[in-house]
């Protein structure tokens, strides 16, 4: 590593471990601080977010129809590394996690209860829960997704830059991206990421906490939230030793051989007609009204905005702070793919697999609500899925397979987001030292831990929603600098091709 690296690496350390020492000594302030500080980009900023997102998803769209359709992410000559099933599958897998199990159930009877318009607990919201929660984990999610990992994937294999971030802006920045703007760059990714991971595994320990209860009564409550995450410190930390072709890949196959055998079995347990005709109509709605949802903001009605900020501004917030680390994952997978192929197929499959997973599981429990009359809204985030189960056949075997699950997602996020952190702090090599490795795990962990003591969800949400607002304008310049650098490549293509023309007639 050299120096220009250990700088990027202290400096993130550095500024991580006073992060989480502010927590310990003073949580209270530091919670009253971000409270302000989410107030504040929420006010001022959820216009922006709402608009950048939308921006995205439009940019993706230009991209599968655009010139630049048929360049390969790689050497002319070079060949996808998997064969196209085994590349859908892993496509979904990075769309899996625990985010799907916490808010599977969750969401979509949140919205029932509490629409963003009208009244709740109706059959009009029940059809409205759904379009949101479509809008929340599709298009939009996977198309800030797609262009990181396409600018990440261009760079990287068509034209040999490191994979970091500040690589993805050298088409705009030239030179610079080696020096402090680069180096600041890939300092806001990491914390971006950091902060977004944290999300997903305080997400995690509150809902293995929750199933716990459920299955032999163990006391739901912050301590033991701890004494979990202390657990699944020690496995992904032996995870992350064994290398990304070991401990990340085995786990990754047990992730989706049982997500889908609780996919099917929800499906079959549970009103199967009922969720097979909601699945049908979800779509029709979302993709009728996918560009209004996107822009909403309704700045008359203080309710319906509260209600946009609280839910489609924080998942903005959180697909961009999440970028680097699905970005680089995709991009690794991709390598060989033509830039339509690529984008047709990450905004694409991925939207399908989470609208069916959410219509299984969220319909399952409107269903519960609206015709047998259960409190499933009435229950915690954390434990509607596991209330849903009491009410469907075979309940402790579908809990058990969801700690288990949610246990192997929460080893797999931790464990993929040290080898990103890795990467991000070691001047983008593919394989970083164990020991960096670990102390980004532990750092992890504490930030996780320190945001949850603060405050709870809340202080998660805040983290993220703070952290990807420096992280979106660098993906604005990223689309700028991609349509830039493949502009140049399709110039000099052209120049190229005439050039050989013009010799071809000299030598006839």
């Keep these: 590593m050299d120096q220009s690296d250990r700088s990027i690496l202290k400096v993130s350390v550095g500024i991580a471990v006073l992060f989480v020492l502010i927590g310990v000594i003073i949580p209270q302030q530091l919670a009253s601080v971000m409270g302000v500080a989410q107030g504040f980009v929420l006010e001022s900023f959820g216009w922006f977010y709402q608009l950048v997102a939308t921006f995205f998803l439009a940019f993706a769209i230009f991209m599968i129809f655009s010139k630049y359709g048929k360049i390969k992410l790689g050497k002319p000559d070079s060949k996808p590394d998997y064969n196209r099933p085994t590349w859908f599958a892993m496509l979904f897998s990075a769309g899996m996690g625990i985010g799907l199990l916490f808010y599977g159930v969750s969401e979509p009877i949140s919205h029932f209860a509490v629409p963003p318009t009208g009244d709740g607990s109706t059959e009009e919201a029940a059809t409205l829960g759904m379009q949101y929660t479509w809008l929340h984990w599709g298009l939009h999610a996977w198309a800030i997704y797609a262009i990181v990992a396409l600018a990440l994937a261009y760079q990287k294999f068509r034209k040999d830059a490191p994979g970091l971030m500040s690589s993805t802006l050298q088409p705009v920045l030239g030179e610079k991206v080696k020096g402090p703007v680069g180096k600041t760059i890939d300092v806001v990714a990491v914390f971006a990421t950091l902060f977004g991971v944290a999300a997903s595994l305080g997400l995690g320990s509150q809902q293995i906490n929750a199933g716990l209860e459920y299955l032999v009564g163990i006391p739901n409550n912050f301590g033991v939230q701890m004494i979990i995450m202390a657990i699944i410190t020690v496995l992904f930390i032996v995870s992350a030793s064994t290398g990304i072709s070991k401990g990340i890949k085995y786990l990754s196959n047990a992730n989706m051989t049982i997500a889908t055998l609780l996919l099917f079995a929800v499906l079959f347990l549970g009103p199967t007609l009922f969720l097979l005709n909601m699945f049908t109509t979800g779509l029709g709605s979302y993709v009728q009204n ?219």
């Design 290 to 508: 996918v560009a209004f949802m996107g822009l909403r903001l309704s700045p008359f009605d203080a309710d319906e905005l509260a209600w946009t900020q609280g839910w489609t501004i924080f998942y903005w917030a959180w697909w961009i702070s999440w970028t680097p680390f699905v970005g680089m994952f995709i991009a690794r997978v991709s390598k060989g793919r033509t830039i339509r192929e690529f984008t047709v197929a990450v905004l694409l499959v991925p939207t399908v697999v989470c609208g069916l997973w959410f219509t299984v599981f969220g319909g399952t429990g409107i269903y519960l609500e609206l015709f047998q009359g259960l409190d499933v809204s009435g229950q915690g985030l954390e434990t509607a899925l596991f209330f849903v189960y009491q009410n469907l056949p075979l309940t402790a075997l579908l809990s058990v397979l969801t700690v288990a699950l949610i246990t192997t997602f929460f080893v797999t996020s931790a464990d993929s987001a040290t080898f990103v952190l890795g990467m991000l702090t070691t001047g983008g090599k593919l394989n970083p030292p164990n020991r960096v490795k670990i102390t980004w795990g532990l750092i992890l962990v504490a930030s996780t831990s320190v945001l949850m003591y603060s405050g709870g969800l809340a202080g998660l949400q805040t983290a993220i929603i703070v952290s990807a607002l420096p992280l979106s304008f660098i993906v604005l310049v990223m689309c700028y600098g991609l349509v830039k650098a493949l502009n140049k490549e399709l110039k000099e293509l052209g120049q190229s091709n005439k050039d050989g023309k013009q010799k071809m007639k000299k030598a006839s």
